[in-house]
Structure formats: C-alpha cells, structure tokens
C-alpha cells in the first residue's frame, strides 16, 4: 500500500510502498465517481510531477484540504495510488481494498455514487463515512445519514451501522449488487470480494459469468472450513451460561473494572495478559461474561473481541484443540479475511485438519499467524476456566505466553482456580497482572451481598415470604455464603423447592461452605428410599465424556429402561439426585465443576463403591445391549445409497435419540475400565465374546449410526484401538481415544 503525504501548501508526494510489516499511519481515503479516464491523475502522473492540470487533480486537492482539517498528514485514492501496470499490484490491491477502507480514519464521499459497483465495499467497510457536495459542503455521515442511504441502496441499516457481514445471508450480500455498474463488467464481482472475505485473482476478459463462478467457488470453500471449524459457538455457550445462573446482575462483576490491576492491563499497551484466579463459586465464570459485554460496547468497531468458556464435563469444549477452534471460529466470524491461514491446508486435508491425532500443532501454527496478521485489528481474547481444559493445557498454557509476547496487537484475559501449575506456566510471560479475587475479598463480600439480596428479592416475591421470612433468610446467607456466589445460588435453588411454611427453622439445614453443603446433599441422598438410584445416576453422569441427554441416559442405567420415550419421568428422577445435576434443555449436567470434584475425590466410596472402573464397565455393556437390540441396516430408512450426512434431517421420531452417546463412547468406556488390569476380563473382546459377537452382527449398522451422527472419523478410530486391548492383553491403552472430537 501507497500513500499520500500531503504537506501544509497542498502539495502531495507519494511515500514508497509500506512493507507488511511497517506500521501504517493513520490516512484518509478517498470514494469518488471516476471522471474520464484522461481527466484523472494516475499513477504515472504522481510519478512524474505531472497531473496538476487535470480536472481530477480537484479531488485530490479536496481531500488533502480535508484531511488536514481533520488532523491527518496521509490519503489514499485509488485513482493514483495503485500502479496497475503492475499485475501483481493489482492483484492485490484489489484484494485487499475493502480492508484500506476499514483501516482508514476517514472516508470522504464526493460526489454523487451510489450506483457505481466498487463504491458499495467503500460504504460498508469504513467506521467513518462523510458526504460532500461538489462544492465542498459536508452533507452529513454515514450516521447522520443512515434511514436516506438505506432507502436509497436497500443496504439493510443494521449493515450500514457496521454489523458483521458474515450474518447476512449471501444471497442477500450478492443482492445489494444488482442495480449497481462498472465500467468492466468483472469489478461487479471483484467489487465484492471484501463483502465475501474471499480472495480471487482478477482475470480481466473473463467475463462476469466466469468471475461469479469464481466467487461463488470461493465463497463455499470458505463456508465449508468455517463449518469444519465450528465445534462449539461460545456466543451460545456464554448465552446459556447467563441464562443456567439467572441473568447477569452487574452489581456483580461492574466493581472488577474499577480495580488498577484492570484499568493497567486496558490502558497500557505492554500489559497484554490478565489472570483472574480465585477459588471455586467465586463468580470468576460471571466476572468475565461481565467483562466481554464491556468489551464488547466500548470497542465493538474497532477491535475483535473472541472468547471460550472450557468445561471439563464436556469433552467437545475441555481441551487446548477446542480452545484454538473456539477462538478462531469467533475471530474468522468477524474478519473473515483470516480465513485464509487456515484455508490452503483446510483445501488439502478437510475436516481432518481440525480433528486427527496433528490436529494441535496444526492449529497452533495457524493461530500464531492469525495473531501477526499486519491486517488484525486490535484484538481481546478471553478464556474462561483454564482449569477445566482437561487436555493439553500446558501447551495452551504455553502459546498464550509466546503469543502475549509476540504480537502486540492482542491482549489476553483468564480465569481459573488457584492452582499453581498455571501460575508456574503463565511466570514466563512478561508484563503479566494476577488479579487474585482472595486478595479483593471486599470487593467480592459486596458484590455477593448485593447477589444475594437480589436472589432474595425474587425469592420473597415467588414464594411470597412475609417481611420476617424474608430478613430470616437474607440474615442466614450473608452470615454463611462466605463470600461464594455458589453457595447462594444453591441454597436459593433448595428454597424454591421447599414450602414457606416454617422456613426459618429450615434454613439450619444449611450449613456454611460449598463443601460442606456438598456433604449434606449426599448424605440426604444416601439416606432416601431411592438412594441406590440415585448414586447409580451420579456415577454415570460423573464418568461419561460429555454431558448426556435424558434420554441418553435411559440407555446407560438399567433402572431407567423403558423410559426413553417418557422424559418427564426421566425429569423427575434426575431431580432425586437434589442439586447437584441440573437439566438445561434436556440435557444433564453438574451443576458446578466442584460438584464433580467432591463426588470423585470425597465420596467415592458412597458413589463409586466397587470402584470407578465398575461404572465404565457398566455404561460399556449398556451400550452395547442397547445397541444390540436397536440397531438395524437402515435405521433411517433413508433408501437409496450415498447420501451425505450434511443433507440428511433427522426424523421424527428420531431411532437414534436415547443411542447416540452409546454409539460414539462405548469403545472409550470399554477403555476406562481395561485400564485397571486386575479387574479387565480380555475375553470380552476374543472370538465369541461380546464384543466380538457384536461386531459380527452389527459392525455395519453401527458404522452406519455413527456416521448419520457425524462422527464417523471417530468410529473408525474406535475399530482400530479396540484391538489395541486385545493385542496387549492387560488393558494397557495408549492415547484414550475420546481426546478424538
């Protein structure tokens, strides 16, 4: 990229082309209806001298005058800055025009060119847009001006004030084209390609038909490896978490952005890592949803802001792999330009590229160069519980160290609980603050006062408590919540089950610490009637590789046989379990990661009293009986042969609904309970034994399920380390294979 650097008289002289390296000054960038083309000042012209007599030279002069006005040294016009004798220089000017005119502090628009094709991306892409008159008069901005310039090109506003491109519907992006002309007909199309985020080399002659074949080539191999990409959206993810803890209540994270270990980290440039650690139920997770919607309105148009929320219940979102896919699949979303570090290997290898056993060092290398893109804007990147990516987190650990050291155009924030193997790994960074919520107790003491009186409120206003129960109750969480939004919201989830009759005598049954609560729960359930149950539900929910539905979950216990099509039932027996599991849109999860912690280091002897092992076993042979008697050779009925997976919708009723966590992690429960060699019987696997037995029955029908569940890649893997047992005897494993997505 040229510029032009226009002094005080002005004059203005053409600067040498900026590396892709050298940082580029602030500049002004012109949008104007082309004259003809002997009137315009080209290149050749800035070159040599000449062009001051030509009627465009006016546009120039303009733009330089109103540069300066608005404190700017540099322009850009396209009439002159681009050499297009150089092939190549096109090329890539052409490329890469609608990001100039993002990155320009100004767009001035002269004259009247709301019908010329390559003035819709000089629309769209700058922040800042002004009309002028042919005499010079300011006629207003893209704001001001916004309902006239909607009416005007059918741009939908929500376009016009700067929303992401990629959620337009391409059709719809391809329509605000159509009443548009070039002088060539191919710059209809290569007028579009910033709109796309795509890169195509322009072939002038082609004609327009080839060139939107072209485009539109280009386009779905885009959307195909962003699809490949996505293996969660953490827009939903944080959506969903908000919604499971009530809304987010800003007297409960606002005191966070106050602190001076926060205003040092968003204010100075060298201090690009934040770590905000603290123990378990001390809101970290709601801390930082609070911190990305402050993000998110004070730099919405000037910086990307990507984000990931780990869970180790959830073996789709608890390893480094998933972190990089989650935090690329949001940065591509919102500059799709990036796409292209992934796309030359993602055109070779496919899906592949994401979820083979190379899957982290590719990604890892292509998230390096993403964030030294000299094209990236400034860029937020937040991660949520470091403690719970359960896989290869010293390598995540690790990148967030060189990358926080490499590129100055990215600033990291983290949570997660105290634990000093990720302090040891984050000590290498430099200018790192720790933000501890141990040493901010007071802070936290307020904003946990003010969640329970806000959870209180809604309480009192449910339950209809009278003015003493109601103070009975705020008396008894402020003295024992011990500063743990968790615990709060615990003791508040138990209340609303319970009558307010007598409340004030109840509330002893709660005593103080996330622990300690945790206890009681379970000596309630290990006291019920229904307590063999129960611990049967915990014991699968704490062992399976991600959270399984209700129906799911009739497949796994044998108690619960029959029920697959009776959810309610499912519902209300899940419910016996007390607080510990909660149920978001049919799904089981714990209700707190220390949940799971303190079932499986403190009350394993109560959950788990043959041992861990035990109810792997028990899941691996549920499954394979479900299957057995389920499976059949074109469960879908779907008829003819080759349909992709992509195009086939689920029916109604789905056969496959209570059997898709049996038909992907059977082989994996298989695993967990080899491991333990004293206990594993290999004669499951020999000739005649279940294994074995079901294979030979059933191999193809299995395939055949899990491929119409999209994890066919992982069935194959599962085929081949099943014999891995066999051929070792003991059970030894080597990579487990539910680190395969």
Same mark, same amino acid.
């Given at each position: 990229?040229?510029?032009?650097?226009?002094?005080?008289?002005?004059?203005?002289?053409?600067?040498?082309?900026?590396?892709?390296?050298?940082?580029?000054?602030?500049?002004?960038?012109?949008?104007?209806?082309?004259?003809?083309? !002997?009137?315009?000042?080209?290149?050749?012209?800035?070159?040599?001298?000449?062009?001051?007599?030509?009627?465009?030279?006016?546009?120039?002069?303009?733009?330089?005058?109103?540069?300066?006005?608005? +404190?700017?040294?540099?322009?850009?016009?396209?009439?002159?800055?681009?050499?297009?004798?150089?092939?190549?220089?096109?090329?890539?000017?052409?490329?890469? *025009?609608?990001?100039?005119?993002?990155?320009?502090?100004?767009?001035?628009?002269?004259?009247?060119?709301? /019908?010329?094709?390559?003035?819709?991306?000089?629309?769209? #892409?700058?922040?800042?847009?002004?009309?002028?008159?042919?005499?010079?008069?300011?006629?207003? &901005?893209?704001?001001?001006?916004?309902?006239?310039?909607?009416?005007? =090109?059918?741009?939908?506003?929500?376009?016009?004030?700067?929303?992401?491109?990629?959620?337009?519907?391409?059709?719809?992006?391809?329509?605000?084209?159509?009443?548009?002309?070039? /002088?060539?007909?191919?710059?209809?199309?290569?007028?579009?390609?910033?709109?796309?985020?795509?890169?195509?080399?322009?072939?002038?002659?082609?004609?327009?038909?080839?060139?939107? =074949?072209?485009?539109?080539?280009?386009?779905?191999?885009?959307?195909?490896? /962003?699809?490949?990409?996505?293996?969660?959206?953490?827009?939903?993810?944080?959506?969903?978490?908000?919604?499971?803890?009530? +809304?987010?209540?800003?007297?409960?994270?606002?005191?966070?952005?106050?602190?001076?270990?926060?205003?040092?980290?968003?204010?100075?440039?060298?201090?690009?890592?934040?770590?905000?650690?603290? &123990?378990?139920?001390?809101?970290?997770?709601?801390?930082?949803?609070?911190?990305?919607?402050?993000? %998110?309105?004070?730099?919405?148009?000037?910086?990307?802001?990507?984000?990931?929320?780990?869970?180790?219940?959830?073996?789709?979102?608890?390893?480094?792999?998933?972190?990089?896919?989650?935090?690329?699949? *949001?940065?591509?979303?919102?500059?799709?330009?990036?796409?292209?570090?992934?796309?030359?290997?993602?055109?070779?290898?496919?899906?592949?590229?994401?979820? &083979?056993?190379?899957?982290?060092?590719?990604?890892?290398?292509?998230?390096?160069?993403?964030?030294?893109?000299?094209?990236?804007?400034?860029?937020?990147?937040?991660?949520?519980?470091?403690?719970?990516?359960?896989?290869?987190?010293?390598?995540?650990?690790?990148?967030?160290?060189?990358?926080?050291?490499?590129?100055?155009?990215?600033?990291?924030?983290?949570?997660?609980?105290?634990?000093?193997?990720?302090?040891?790994?984050?000590?290498?960074? +430099?200018?790192?603050?720790?933000?501890?919520?141990?040493?901010? #107790?007071?802070?936290?003491?307020?904003?946990?006062?003010?969640?329970?009186?806000?959870?209180?409120?809604?309480?009192?206003?449910?339950?209809?408590?009278?003015?003493?129960?109601?103070?009975?109750?705020?008396?008894?969480?402020?003295?024992?919540?011990?500063?743990?939004?968790?615990?709060?919201?615990?003791?508040?989830?138990?209340?609303?089950?319970?009558?307010?009759?007598?409340?004030?005598?109840?509330?002893?049954?709660?005593?103080?610490?996330?622990?300690?609560?945790?206890?009681? *729960?379970?000596?309630?359930?290990?006291?019920?009637?229904?307590?063999?149950?129960?611990?049967?539900?915990?014991? /699968?929910? #704490?062992?399976?590789?991600?959270?399984?539905?209700?129906?799911?979950?009739?497949?796994?216990?044998?108690?619960?046989?029959?029920?697959?099509?009776?959810?309610?039932?499912?519902?209300?027996?899940? &419910?016996?379990?007390?607080?510990?599991?909660? !149920?978001?849109?049919?799904?089981?999860?714990?209700?707190?990661?220390?949940?799971?912690?303190?079932?499986?280091?403190?009350? !394993?002897?109560?959950?788990?009293?043959?041992?861990?092992?035990?109810?792997?076993?028990?899941?691996?042979?549920?499954?394979?009986?479900?299957?057995?008697?389920?499976?059949?050779?074109?469960?879908?009925?779907?008829?003819?042969?080759?349909?992709?997976?992509?195009?086939?919708?689920?029916?109604?009723?789905?056969?496959?609904?209570?059997?898709?966590? %049996?038909?992907?992690?059977?082989?994996?429960?298989?695993?967990?309970?080899?491991?333990?060699?004293?206990?594993?019987?290999?004669?499951?696997?020999?000739?005649? +034994?279940?294994?074995?037995?079901? *294979?030979?029955?059933?191999?193809?029908?299995?395939?055949?399920?899990?491929?119409?569940?999209?994890?066919?890649?992982?069935?194959?893997?599962?085929?081949?380390?099943?014999?891995?047992?066999?051929?070792?005897? %003991?059970?030894?494993?080597?990579?487990?294979?539910?680190?395969?997505?």
């Amino acid at each position: 990229m040229r510029l032009l650097q226009c002094d005080g008289t002005g004059g203005c002289r053409l600067t040498e082309a900026f590396s892709s390296n050298e940082a580029i000054p602030p500049y002004a960038i012109l949008s104007h209806t082309w004259g003809a083309e !002997i009137d315009e000042v080209n290149f050749d012209d800035l070159i040599k001298h000449t062009g001051a007599d030509k009627p465009g030279y006016e546009k120039i002069r303009f733009c330089a005058e109103q540069a300066r006005r608005d +404190g700017l040294e540099y322009i850009w016009i396209d009439a002159c800055c681009i050499n297009k004798d150089n092939k190549a220089e096109l090329s890539k000017a052409i490329n890469s *025009m609608f990001r100039w005119y993002g990155d320009a502090a100004r767009c001035y628009v002269y004259l009247k060119w709301f /019908t010329r094709g390559w003035t819709l991306q000089e629309l769209l #892409a700058p922040r800042v847009v002004e009309f002028f008159s042919r005499q010079r008069k300011r006629l207003g &901005d893209k704001d001001s001006l916004r309902q006239q310039i909607h009416e005007i =090109t059918a741009i939908p506003e929500a376009a016009l004030r700067g929303g992401l491109l990629s959620r337009f519907r391409i059709s719809d992006r391809l329509s605000w084209m159509e009443h548009r002309q070039t /002088t060539r007909e191919e710059d209809k199309v290569y007028s579009l390609l910033g709109i796309f985020g795509v890169h195509i080399a322009p072939f002038y002659g082609e004609g327009m038909g080839k060139a939107l =074949t072209r485009l539109q080539d280009e386009i779905n191999k885009l959307e195909q490896c /962003t699809r490949d990409l996505h293996i969660t959206d953490p827009q939903r993810d944080k959506a969903r978490i908000e919604e499971t803890k009530g +809304g987010l209540l800003e007297d409960s994270y606002h005191w966070i952005l106050e602190t001076p270990d926060f205003r040092r980290w968003q204010e100075e440039p060298q201090s690009r890592l934040l770590w905000i650690k603290g &123990d378990p139920g001390k809101g970290k997770t709601m801390l930082l949803c609070g911190i990305i919607n402050e993000l %998110s309105k004070s730099t919405a148009e000037t910086s990307l802001l990507a984000y990931f929320f780990c869970q180790a219940t959830d073996s789709r979102i608890n390893s480094a792999t998933a972190v990089l896919r989650g935090l690329l699949f *949001m940065l591509v979303s919102q500059q799709p330009s990036l796409i292209s570090h992934l796309r030359e290997e993602h055109d070779q290898t496919g899906k592949a590229l994401f979820e &083979d056993a190379n899957a982290w060092v590719a990604l890892s290398d292509i998230f390096a160069s993403v964030v030294q893109d000299p094209s990236l804007k400034i860029t937020y990147l937040v991660i949520d519980a470091l403690d719970e990516c359960v896989t290869d987190l010293p390598k995540l650990l690790d990148l967030i160290v060189q990358t926080s050291s490499a590129s100055s155009r990215v600033k990291w924030i983290m949570s997660s609980r105290n634990w000093p193997d990720i302090e040891e790994r984050l000590e290498r960074a +430099g200018d790192k603050i720790r933000l501890s919520l141990e040493l901010n #107790a007071d802070s936290v003491s307020a904003a946990v006062r003010s969640y329970i009186k806000h959870k209180v409120s809604r309480l009192a206003q449910d339950k209809r408590y009278n003015d003493q129960t109601r103070d009975a109750v705020l008396r008894h969480l402020y003295t024992n919540a011990n500063d743990t939004f968790l615990w709060v919201a615990l003791v508040c989830q138990n209340l609303e089950k319970m009558s307010r009759f007598n409340i004030i005598k109840k509330l002893e049954v709660f005593p103080p610490g996330l622990n300690s609560l945790y206890n009681r *729960m379970v000596q309630r359930i290990n006291t019920s009637d229904d307590a063999d149950l129960c611990k049967r539900i915990l014991a /699968t929910v #704490a062992v399976v590789y991600l959270p399984v539905t209700l129906q799911e979950l009739t497949s796994l216990v044998e108690d619960l046989d029959g029920l697959a099509e009776n959810p309610d039932s499912v519902r209300e027996i899940v &419910d016996l379990c007390g607080s510990l599991l909660t !149920i978001r849109d049919g799904t089981i999860y714990f209700v707190h990661q220390s949940a799971k912690d303190f079932l499986l280091k403190e009350t !394993i002897d109560i959950i788990f009293p043959s041992g861990r092992e035990v109810a792997h076993y028990t899941i691996f042979s549920r499954s394979l009986l479900v299957m057995s008697n389920a499976l059949r050779r074109d469960i879908y009925e779907l008829g003819a042969l080759g349909c992709s997976t992509e195009q086939i919708a689920q029916p109604k009723p789905d056969p496959l609904t209570a059997l898709r966590y %049996s038909c992907i992690y059977w082989i994996d429960h298989l695993y967990d309970y080899a491991s333990n060699h004293s206990m594993f019987d290999v004669s499951v696997l020999q000739s005649g +034994g279940v294994v074995d037995s079901f *294979m030979r029955k059933k191999a193809l029908y299995w395939l055949e399920s899990v491929s119409l569940c999209k994890s066919l890649s992982k069935g194959v893997v599962s085929t081949g380390e099943s014999g891995y047992i066999l051929d070792n005897g %003991s059970g030894s494993r080597c990579t487990p294979i539910h680190h395969v997505p």
